[in-house]
């Protein structure tokens, strides 16, 4: 190879980058490793985390520990899917642009929307893309967002992040009442001509089911947005989807639907919105067309909105869809079906509601919120810090503490219960925080 | 018009046994009512009472009914109409399509990474903050910057996250200022980031040598400018010599450096971005660091800076303390969040896992053979086609089709043709700067042997289209559909699946 080349070393290869460059370039690292010893090392690394089959979990908080058919990961382990690339070349990449098809359709189905991308990164990043988007939309004369404190916190602090540095965008939050609902009251009186765009969590953060009627309606009586953010979509099996309430753009993270845990990521943020804001939607779209033979198939569509066309003009910078993770969660949909999707959901309902009536039966715990929930909810505790303890040692995670986003709360635990949840595992709970 | 079409659609599928070579239904398409491939006994109604009946849907209008089997069966057939790198050669430039090895995956499974929940006490998350510790010390090392933050889901977030760091640290020096300055050749991620970040983007050329000039640099930058974002080495496989005097220029006007880390693959070894002058650098650990890229995503994009602008990096902050690892939250300074959680863990983990196997020899031999290999190609096929720069390139060489244009042959009818030769096509048309540009990254994973073949096939194409132009430019043949029409599907555009037509509107 050399020799065709016209060199005698690979080095000459190197010889216009500057030497003071290349003095400087060794790596300082430890040595390459047999796949035993590597394995070896990241078992070790791996045992040190509590896992979820391991430990008894009720922790939700956007990222949900639910059951994967064996199907899902058999499917996405396959190498035609794992190792391609983006399907740029749609003659040889007709398997990921179906599948891709059949997810923005299933999106469009759950959330009762009319069109849906091909997915972003996360719920987080989704929902600031939702506001930009909606920016893309709305005149010049309406610049301010006006944002649920019961969504999602770090979804809050990413929005917030994609919105500093644009000079015309103004941030307000609304406050949520005693059901942990985004009060309406204030809602209604903040609204205004000058409003861009309102958006909440469907559940919310606090599991919470926000009554989108009266918030919807204050949205189109003054010409601003509605923007529906879903954390956790397996409540949309049994919930009346974002698109029966009106939502312009619905979007939420999809790691629920087939994905794990993972430390919360990779998942996938989906987003959803109606056809009439086509234009406008950021992330890749599959379309189908046919060939030159009149068969169906699916491309890449509307790239003029994307970056490698537009560049500065481009709808969104983004250049990925998550791809690997939407199909996990197209698969996972598809085993479920109809009857899967609403049987788990009630599933996930009965548990939750069952945790929840006996938890707070106990004298030093009480119901924060008064809302309709689906499968999580708060608990206020008199004495947080001990419960806690108490459950370390019993090898539980009862949820989360709430303080960290919310000072007022800071006697409070979100808890999430799940099918994962045996009723047995729901009762040593309350053996252990109830005493 | 379509109803039609979706009419006789349905009745050939109605007919005919789906085969390898049809296309497949749409899920949609199949399956009967009340038919699911997950099983769970109805439990106590109890809790659904409490929810108000305004609050439910009665059901799911088209999701699937189908079962196991049929899921699966449906999945498979569509994988079989994927291109991949274990079944196929995918020289893609700038995307680095190089081998993912299995242990990656396995490692990834394990129920300590998979199974593990982000909200959890970090007291029992101790081996994942060990490893993503260690992750970060490692890029620094490899990279030559001194702090970093994991959290970007990919280059694109991870370039929009540096800009806000430069606009943060400009800020609070007194003038976030207007511009960046992006050469001609970057990738359109760089000029789209921009914008989001609330910057004007300065193009500037570059030379006829395909690199940027430090006097180009000099002539456009002033106080207004925040940063120069660079790709180095440059989309087309040249290293941008002059990177230090550039930075010279743009840090003597106060501005910032910014490196698009896409093509590190190329340096590790070699020159390190920290000693260039580079304050702010985004990698994409699914192309330097093998992890898969999965049809498009998930992947990493984390970004390291230099250490005046570590307090301005994304929160939480991994610290450790007394051998414990600890989240710091409390950075003033810091720009906030870009993701939920903790970025894409998984692929942080498979990335980890790749970085400890080869080692430094590893690495820094990969980036030795990326460059043995993509120079072997330049040399091999400037027989056939016209090369874009004749210099050494690093991992990729850039051809176009100006040979073929008096045979009415262009860079798309190459690439499809080559799909009919089993390899998946180069990057086309990109860079915008070289006209019909064919972007060519072997990578180090592939044998002399392949290389061979895939020149084979691409001078077997030159000389097709020199003795039978039609076959190249109707190509592909052999492929489950042949060209679409990309035109019809923008126009119209069908986005989905629609119960009411048959078809879809």
Same mark, same amino acid.
């Given at each position: ?56 979990f ?68 989704a929902?600031a ?11 010049a ?23 500093r540095?644009?000079a ?8 949520f ?15 205004d ?32 947005q ?16 974002p ?22 990521g ?65 698969v996972?949909?598809?085993l ?21 009536d ?8 009480e ?6 929930f ?12 001990n ?12 949820g ?5 986003w ?18 047995e595992?729901i ?9 | 018009m ?51 009946g ?9 999701f ?21 790198i274990?079944?196929? &050669? ?19 499974r ?8 982000p ?30 933050s ?37 990738h ?17 050329s ?7 000039d ?24 040249? &290293?941008?010599?002059d ?44 192309k330097?660091?093998?992890t ?13 800076v ?7 990096l ?7 303390r ?12 810091s720009?906030?969040r870009?993701?939920? &959680? ?62 073929q ?38 990578t ?62």
């Amino acid at each position: 190879m050399l020799r065709t080349i016209g060199i005698d070393s690979i080095e000459e290869l190197y010889q216009h980058i500057p030497e003071t460059l290349r003095n400087r370039a060794k790596i300082n690292l430890p040595g390459g490793l047999t796949e035993l010893a590597v394995r070896r090392r990241l078992a070790a690394l791996a045992s040190s985390n509590a896992t979820a089959p391991d430990w008894s979990f009720f922790l939700g908080g956007g990222i949900y520990y639910h059951f994967i058919p064996s199907a899902v990961d058999a499917v996405i382990s396959r190498s035609e899917f794992a190792t391609s690339y983006t399907p740029y070349q749609p003659e040889v990449s007709q398997g990921t642009l179906q599948a891709l098809f059949e997810y923005q359709t299933l999106i469009c189905q759950l959330t009762g929307m009319e069109i849906s991308n091909a997915g972003v990164y996360d719920g987080a990043s989704a929902a600031a893309e939702a506001v930009l988007m909606s920016r893309r939309i709305q005149p010049a004369s309406r610049r301010r967002v006006l944002m649920s404190r019961a969504l999602h916190p770090h979804y809050r602090a990413v929005i917030a992040t994609y919105l500093r540095n644009l000079a015309d965008m103004q941030l307000d939050e609304i406050t949520f009442d005693a059901s942990g609902a985004t009060d309406v009251g204030e809602l209604t009186r903040k609204v205004d001509k000058q409003s861009m765009c309102v958006i909440v969590g469907y559940p919310n953060f606090f599991g919470v089911i926000e009554d989108l009627a009266p918030i919807q309606a204050a949205c189109a009586g003054n010409g601003a947005q509605l923007i529906t953010v879903t954390p956790e979509p397996v409540a949309l099996g049994l919930l009346k989807p974002p698109g029966a309430w009106g939502a312009d753009i619905a979007v939420g993270e999809g790691q629920s639907l087939g994905v794990p845990m993972t430390l919360g990521g990779p998942g996938f943020g989906f987003f959803a919105s109606q056809k009439r804001f086509v234009r406008s939607l950021p992330g890749r779209l599959v379309g189908e067309t046919v060939d030159t033979e009149g068969r169906r198939g699916f491309v890449l569509t509307l790239a003029t909105r994307e970056q490698h066309i537009r560049r500065e003009k481009a709808t969104s910078n983004i250049c990925t869809s998550q791809t690997l993770c939407t199909l996990a969660s197209t698969v996972y949909m598809s085993l479920l079906g109809k009857s899967g999707m609403r049987r788990l959901a009630e599933v996930n309902v009965s548990r939750a509601h069952d945790a929840r009536d006996r938890l707070v039966s106990r004298p030093h715990l009480e119901a924060c919120f008064s809302g309709a929930f689906f499968n999580e909810f708060v608990l206020r505790a008199r004495n947080l810090e001990n419960l806690l303890q108490r459950c370390a040692a019993a090898r539980i995670v009862p949820g989360v503490p709430l303080g960290q986003w919310y000072p007022e709360l800071d006697d409070c635990l979100l808890v999430c219960v799940t099918e994962m949840n045996e009723r047995e595992e729901i009762e040593r709970l309350v053996g252990v925080i109830g005493d | 018009m379509r109803e039609r079409r979706s009419n006789v659609l349905s009745e050939s599928s109605a007919i005919k046994p789906q085969s390898e070579a049809s296309a497949p239904r749409l899920l949609f398409e199949s399956g009967s009512p009340g038919r699911s491939g997950f099983y769970w006994p109805a439990e106590s109604e109890k809790g659904q009472t409490t929810i108000p009946g305004e609050f439910l849907r009665e059901d799911i209008p088209g999701f699937p009914e189908l079962g196991e089997l049929e899921v699966l069966r449906h999945f498979t057939r569509l994988s079989h109409r994927n291109f991949a790198i274990e079944s196929q &050669f995918y020289p893609l430039g700038s995307c680095t399509m190089k081998y993912n090895p299995k242990v990656n995956e396995v490692v990834a499974r394990l129920p300590g990474f998979a199974q593990i929940h982000p909200l959890a006490p970090v007291d029992i998350l101790q081996g994942a903050m060990e490893l993503l510790y260690d992750l970060e010390r490692i890029l620094i090392e490899i990279s030559g910057m001194d702090c970093i933050s994991l959290q970007p889901s990919a280059g694109a977030q991870g370039e929009l996250t540096g800009l806000m760091l430069i606009r943060a640290y400009l800020t609070e020096k007194g003038n976030s200022r207007k511009k960046i300055i992006v050469p001609d050749t970057a990738h359109g991620t760089n000029p789209a980031s921009s914008a989001l970040c609330g910057y004007d983007v300065v193009q500037i050329s570059s030379t006829a040598r395909g690199v940027i000039d430090t006097a180009t640099v000099a002539k456009v930058m002033d106080e207004d400018v925040a940063a120069i974002m660079i790709t180095n080495p440059n989309t087309l496989g040249l &290293f941008e010599k002059d990177i230090e005097a550039i930075a010279a220029v743009v840090h003597q006007k106060g501005g910032l450096v910014y490196l698009d880390g896409a093509n590190l693959n190329a340096l590790m070894g070699v020159a390190k971005p920290g000693h260039m002058g580079v304050d702010v650098l985004h990698m994409n650990l699914h192309k330097t660091f093998s992890t898969p890229h999965g049809g498009g995503g998930p992947g990493a994009g984390p970004v390291a800076v230099k250490a005046g602008l570590s307090e301005y990096l994304p929160v939480p902050r991994i610290v450790k303390r007394n051998d414990k690892f600890e989240l710091l939250e409390d950075c003033p300074k810091s720009i906030g969040r870009v993701r939920s &959680f903790f970025g894409n863990f998984g692929i942080l983990v498979r990335a980890y896992t790749y970085i400890i196997s080869l080692g430094r020899e590893g690495l820094e031999e990969s980036s030795r053979m990326a460059l043995l290999n993509a120079n072997y190609i330049r040399k091999k096929l400037e027989k056939g086609y016209q090369i874009a720069y004749s210099e050494p390139c690093m991992h990729e060489c850039i051809f176009t089709d100006r040979l073929q244009h008096k045979y009415g042959v262009n860079t798309l009818d190459i690439a499809k043709r080559l799909l009919d030769y089993g390899f998946h096509p180069p990057t086309i048309y990109f860079p915008l700067v070289v006209s019909g540009a064919l972007m060519i990254e072997p990578t180090e994973t592939e044998t002399p042997e392949t290389l061979d073949a895939f020149v084979e096939a691409m001078l077997a194409i030159a000389q097709e289209a020199k003795e039978n132009p039609d076959v190249v430019k109707n190509a592909p043949h052999s492929t489950p559909v042949k060209r679409l029409d990309e035109a019809r599907a923008a126009r119209k555009p069908i986005l989905r699946w629609d119960s009411g037509q048959g078809g879809a509107e």
